[in-house]
Each structure stands twice: as structure tokens, then as C-alpha cells.
């Protein structure tokens, strides 16, 4: 897929560790993890940047950091179950226990670090379904394994395992439906977090209108629910909603 549009360059990464003018493009199939890349997803950034001693330089040998102090238990299973490497794992598994020295992260963290990111918005309810969503267990924590599991779709999956996972985003109550309810629920969260300050000419019923639209063409049998099937063949046949897709991967 292309790169997502960057819609505001503030939100997508740091200014001083982006260079203006020197975008970088990296294909799922086979990218090459440079901090910068991965900068540009906010959860990335700040486990990260909790992994990183304090004054140091935003080079590639921030991820290089292996002690064995922070190597996560079955580093080989993890390397296997998701498209990140042996260096990317730990320095993320680093991070991560810095960040959460329980080795689990809870749904206040979550909201804590998108109200750190997108200050111009409310980023409550987007930060809830976020978390439901890596939540696989239903348990009310998340540990690193389904953490960078859910990462590495995310960041490098294919279109298919990407839209497999938006749609358990948009499935609230995980009854294997998307509805209307739903939908909006997620679209109004996202227009939420996003402000006013991004998008000023937002009127109060765009989120509602997108999801008319969206809905008209997902439902395809009529029946008031959109089904995964319905999903991602709508969402595969249609390019409008592909770049949307895009656009969504700048909130994560």
C-alpha cells in the first residue's frame, strides 16, 4: 500500500527528529526499521523513547540496545508470530518494561499517551476502543506479546491482515458485526481526538455523514450489520475507503 498522507506533520512524528523535506517510504514487504519510521506511530514513539537513555542521539543504535536484562521470554516465538526483528523486539520489550515495569499496560496508559500526543482534541474514547482492540484477552491488560503482535499488523501487515484488524477496531461488542452505532462510535472518537485545531472545517455532522456513506456501501444485503466478509470485500473494491484506511494508520 502507499504511504499514508501525512495530514499534519506534528502529529506524525517529531519535528526534530524528522528532517523537512526528506520523506521516507517503506514498504510492509520488506521495510528497513529506522527510527524515524517508526516514530511515526505514537505508542512506538513513546515506548521507545522510554527505552532510550536520557540525551542521547535518535540514531538506528538507539535499537541496538540487547541486555540481557530486558530480552523478553520467548524472543524466537515473538520473532516468528510478527514482522519485526531480533534488535527491533528488544529494544521495544525495553521500552516497554520501562514504560510498565508490571510487564502490562492498562487502559489509563493508553489514554495517557494519545492526551500526550493529540492535546488539541479529546483523545478518551479513541484511546478505549484502541485498547479494547489490542486487548485480545478481554481482560483488562495487555502484555508485550499481544502488544507487538497487534504493532506488527499494524505497522507492516499485509492489506488483508490490516483490514482483518480494523474490523475487530470497529466491532465494539466483538459479536462479529460491525453497526451503524459502531461505526460512529469510532469515526466521532477519531474526529474527536483529531480537534478542531486539524481539521477546522469540520462540521459537527461530518463523522455522521462518513458513516452513511461508508455504511450504504458495506451493508450489502440490507440487513443493518456489516459482516467481515462485507467488509473486506467493500473495503478492497473501493478506493476511497483503502485511503481512509491509509489516513487511520496516522492514528495508531
Known amino acids: 500500500p502507499l504511504p499514508a498522507k501525512e495530514t499534519d506533520g506534528s502529529l506524525l512524528g517529531d519535528p526534530a527528529q524528522t528532517p523537512s523535506g526528506k520523506k521516507e517510504h517503506v514498504k510492509w514487504q520488506k521495510p528497513r526499521l529506522t527510527r524515524k519510521a517508526l516514530m511515526k506511530c505514537c505508542l512506538v514513539k513513546r515506548i521507545l523513547s522510554s ?12 535499537l541496538e540496545l540487547s541486555s540481557v536484562r530486558h530480552q523478553p521470554e520467548g524472543l524466537d516465538q515473538l520473532q516468528a508470530l510478527t514482522k519485526f526483528t531480533k534488535k ?12 510498565c515495569p508490571s510487564g502490562l499496560v492498562d487502559e489509563d496508559t493508553f489514554k495517557l499517551i494519545y492526551a500526550q500526543f493529540f492535546p488539541q482534541g479529546d483523545a478518551t474514547m479513541y484511546a478505549h476502543f484502541l485498547f479494547n482492540a489490542f486487548d485480545v484477552d478481554r481482560n483488562g491488560a495487555i502484555c508485550f506479546e499481544d502488544f507487538v503482535v497487534g504493532l506488527s499488523i499494524l505497522l507492516r501487515g499485509t492489506v488483508h ?37 486539524t ?27 456489516v459482516t467481515i466478509e ?12 483503502m485511503s481512509s484506511m491509509q489516513l487511520f494508520e496516522n492514528v495508531i
Not at 527505552?51 to 543504535?61: N, V
Not at 527491533?88 to 514504560?99: A, I, M, T, V
Not at 477546522?200 to 450489520?225: S, T, W
Request: glycine fraction near 4%.
Open 199 to 225: 481539521y477546522p472545517i469540520l462540521r459537527d455532522d461530518a463523522p455522521i455523514e462518513h458513516v452513511e456513506k461508508f455504511f450504504q456501501k458495506m451493508d450489502r444485503n440490507r440487513d443493518g450489520v
Open 88 to 99: 527491533e523486539l528488544q529494544s521495544l520489550y525495553r521500552g516497554f518494561k520501562n514504560e
Open 161 to 197: 491482515e490490516k483490514l482483518n484488524w480494523a474490523f475487530n477496531l470497529y466491532d465494539i461488542n466483538k459479536d462479529g458485526y460491525i453497526t451503524k452505532e459502531e461505526m460512529l462510535a469510532i469515526m466521532k472518537s477519531i474526529y474527536d481526538m483529531m480537534g478542531r485545531y
Open 51 to 62: 527505552a532510550a537513555p536520557q540525551g542521547s542521539d535518535s540514531s538506528d543504535s538507539d
Open 230 to 241: 462485507e467488509f473486506l470485500e467493500t473495503c478492497q473494491k473501493d478506493e476511497n475507503i
